[in-house]
Nanobody, 124 residues
Framework: VQLQASGGGLVQAGGSLRLSCAAS????????MGWFRQAPGKEREFVAH????????YYADSVKGRFALSRDSAKTTVYLQMNSLKPEDTAVYYC??????????????????WGQGTLVTVSS
């Protein structure tokens, strides 16, 4: 079971990046996918979540209107399009797979599998 996160990098404030999270090794049937981020010295925080079908999307208030989730038709890859990036978006971004109930999607403990993380650095 593997989740492979990619797409991070260095970008100037106001720029864009697209992160990808590719799942392999098993069938992620009915698994929701979440993105979290962790800045140095801080706890891992929720960024966004998509349901298995992709028709229920949730975002942290801090990224709402700037970030957008999508899922490919095979449901093996989830994308996080990040626009209007700010220096405070700088963090290691992790994708996770799980079956959280709606009230638990913002908790990292609700996700069973995790990718290795990809670093996003936004310069001012």
């Amino acid at each position: 079971v593997q989740l492979q996160a990619s797409g991070g990098g260095l970008v100037q404030a106001g720029g864009s990046l697209r992160l990808s999270c590719a799942a392999s090794g098993r069938t992620f049937s009915n698994y929701g996918m979440g993105w979290f981020r962790q800045a140095p010295g801080k706890e891992r925080e929720f960024v966004a979540h998509t349901s298995w079908t992709g028709n229920r999307l949730y975002y942290a208030d801090s990224v709402k209107g700037r970030f957008a989730l999508s899922r490919d038709s095979a449901k093996t890859t989830v994308y996080l399009q990040m626009n209007s990036l700010k220096p405070e978006d700088t963090a290691v971004y992790y994708c996770g797979a799980g079956r959280p109930i709606t009230s638990s999607i913002r908790s990292p403990r609700s996700y069973y599998y995790w990718g290795q993380g990809t670093l996003v650095t936004v310069s001012s």
